[in-house]
């Protein structure tokens, strides 16, 4: 981590920092130290995954409207869906359609 002088936003229930620094470039002004190595960021809590993306200026904990209440748009009983990317459970569209290439299998004939 480097060593400027940094702003902890918010410790919230999960045991998530999120620091802020004012000076920084616009690509690396906000980020996150999570509390486990294998944490979910799938886990992140909308009004704070809205902040830690740009989408919204204040963070959760100034916004009166993130405050006390979800978006007109959001989900009131949405449950957290678990990141499955590399896993059995990801996405995996059907196609019908035969596929072009072929993986190569080798084959080698038997010497006499």
């Known amino acids: 981590m480097s060593t400027?002088?940094?702003t902890i936003r918010n410790l919230r229930k999960i045991g998530v920092k999120d620091y802020f620094?004012?000076?920084l470039y616009i690509v690396r002004t906000r980020w996150v130290d999570y509390k486990m190595h294998d944490f979910d960021?799938?886990?992140?809590?909308?009004?704070?995954?809205a902040w830690i993306s740009y989408m919204?200026?204040?963070a959760p904990s100034e916004d009166p409207v993130i405050r006390y209440q979800r978006?007109?748009?959001e989900d009131r009983d949405a449950k957290t869906i678990p990141n499955y990317t590399l896993t059995r459970g990801a996405y995996k569209p059907?196609?019908?359609?035969?596929?072009?290439?072929?993986?190569?299998e080798p084959y080698a004939v038997d010497r006499k």
Do not use: F
């Open 56 to 58: 919204v200026d204040k």
């Open 4 to 6: 400027i002088t940094r």
């Open 21 to 23: 620094h004012q000076l």
């Open 71 to 73: 978006r007109p748009w």
């Open 41 to 49: 960021s799938a886990q992140i809590e909308p009004g704070w995954h």
């Open 94 to 104: 059907y196609c019908s359609v035969k596929s072009k290439i072929a993986m190569w």
